[in-house]
T-cell receptor
């Protein structure tokens, strides 16, 4: 069974700090990796995608991928209370099926 | 630009009743998906379709059926509703390329009592 694992949290960080969210996956042939943000009662929305080993930066967000370790992470710099949400890691394998992790709940305290 | 539209937004069903959750997309996406999300949990794939006339089971298909007669529509049928099907259901669609995101509908909150 292909699995995507995340710590459910909650991860609590003070406003202005760096939030670090982690995700591991079991299927070695996975090729595309996505981070979705989901506010309570809302649908998931894409915030970052990454396909190659290394870092990818977009504003305050940085996605990191290490295929050898089967590990993908999301860093949020200068965290804001509006970043408080559940962050879902999703992995796309060759069949173009997205498998989601259980999500990590992030709380940014003013 | 509507994207992915789901109806209804909310529904209460009695045990044993049946219903169809509607999903339509206007982006001409080949791939469509149905996920369920239980409270505090991630998304679990119920069924997916790679094109009109083609459907396949996901991780948790029992108790559900789907059809895909057109590119735009992908309804999810619940037969003999059970309390274990109480959940939020999300429909999504994507292009048939590896490095492409999925777009989600706003969800249907279903309660079976």
């Amino acid at each position: 069974q292909k699995e995507v694992e995340q710590n459910s949290g909650p991860l609590s960080v003070p406003e202005g700090a760096i939030a670090s969210l982690n995700c591991t996956y079991s299927d070695r042939v996975s090729q595309s990796f996505f981070w979705y943000r989901q506010y309570s009662g809302k649908s998931p929305e894409l915030i970052m995608s990454i396909y190659s080993n290394g870092d990818k930066e977009d504003g305050r967000f940085t996605a990191q991928l290490n295929k050898a370790s089967q590990y993908v992470s999301l860093l949020i710099r200068d965290s804001q209370p509006s970043d408080s949400a559940t962050y879902l890691c999703a992995v796309n394998n060759a069949g173009n099926m997205l498998t989601f992790g259980g999500g990590t709940r992030l709380m940014v305290k003013p | 630009n509507a994207g992915v539209t789901q109806t209804p937004k909310f529904r209460i069903l009695k045990i044993g009743q049946s219903m169809t959750l509607q999903c339509t997309q206007d982006m001409n996406h080949n791939y469509m998906y149905w996920y369920r999300q239980d409270p505090g949990m991630g998304l679990k794939l119920i069924y997916y379709s790679v094109g009109a006339g083609i459907t396949d089971k996901g991780e948790v298909p029992n108790g559900y059926n789907v059809s895909r007669s057109t590119t735009e529509d992908f309804p999810l049928r619940l037969e003999l509703a059970a309390p274990s099907q109480t959940s939020v259901y999300f429909c999504a669609s994507s292009q048939p390329y590896l490095n492409t995101e999925a777009f989600f509908g706003q969800g249907t909150r279903l309660t079976v009592v």
